[in-house]
């Protein structure tokens, strides 16, 4: 599992544009997930110019990958 947290930051870094504003990206493997922390440079606006926030930007990188919310009581 950590082998695809790691895919997951190169993908990000591979596909990201300079305007997205990303300065690091750390993803961590969990039982049945993968935690992904993204730090952006200064104060990002709310929304671009596409009208999606800076979170949905970053997720439209990964057409790939599905994002779910953890079941109530999930346990790392």
Do not use: K
Not at 60 to 73: F, I, M, N, Q, V
């Amino acid at each position: 599992m950590q082998g695809d947290a790691e895919q997951v930051e190169d993908r990000i870094w591979a596909r990201a544009a300079a305007d997205l504003g990303i300065q690091h990206v750390h993803a961590r493997a969990g039982r049945c997930r993968i935690d992904l922390a993204v730090f952006l440079a200064g104060a990002a606006p709310p929304e671009s110019s596409n009208g999606a926030s800076p979170v949905q930007n970053i997720l439209a990188l990964l057409p790939e990958w599905t994002l779910t919310a953890p079941d109530e009581g999930y346990e790392a």
